[in-house]
Structures are given as structure tokens and as C-alpha cells.
């Protein structure tokens, strides 16, 4: 009986390990860059803005380029959204590997 134990407290440090670095490594990358999205698309209104102020563009073209930007960000977050899903279905996998493969080594 002590295997088993042994083998569930094993297999839980090192799960707790395996799904604290891949999430520090997703959280830190979609921080990244979803601080580069926001830099940019400020940077991009900012000089639209300075453009619809010296009146080198009308507001009908502000709009469409805010539209635009819009959509840009849109399609980053429905992106990120991806990526996390196919993170967390890459992270179940391999605690299932992690488990079954301390499991066999139990066994065998």
C-alpha cells in the first residue's frame, strides 16, 4: 500500500510542477503580447487621431480605420483563444502521460 501512496504523492508533486510551468509560460506570453497589441493599436489611434485633427483625413476615414483596428484585435483575442485551448489540451496530455507512465513504472 505504500507504493501506492508513494506513487500518488510522486505523481502529484510533479504534476503540480509540469502545470506550473506551462501556465507561468502561457501567462507570460499572452502577456507579452497582448501588451504589444495594446502599445500598437495606442500608438495607431493616437497618430489617427493627429491625422483627423490637421484634417488630413475625415471622420468617415477615422471610422473605417478604427473598424479596422477593431477587427485587427478581434481576431488577435479569437487567437489567444485558440492558442489557450490548444495549450490546455497539450498540458492534459501530458498529465495523463505523466500518470499513466509512473503507473507502469509502479506495475512494471
Known sequence: M????DL????GDEAKEFIKKDLLELIQGAKS???????????KIEKWLELKIN??????ELEAL?????RTVRQFLNTQEIAAKAR??????GL??????????AIL
Open 2 to 5: 505504500s507504493t501506492l501512496n
Open 8 to 11: 500518488i504523492n510522486t505523481t
Open 33 to 43: 503580447e497582448a501588451e504589444t497589441v495594446v502599445k500598437e493599436t495606442g500608438n
Open 55 to 60: 484634417n488630413e483625413i475625415d471622420s468617415d
Open 66 to 70: 478604427l473598424n479596422a483596428r477593431r
Open 88 to 93: 490546455y489540451e497539450k498540458m492534459t496530455v
Open 96 to 105: 495523463i502521460d505523466l500518470v499513466l507512465n509512473k503507473a507502469l513504472d
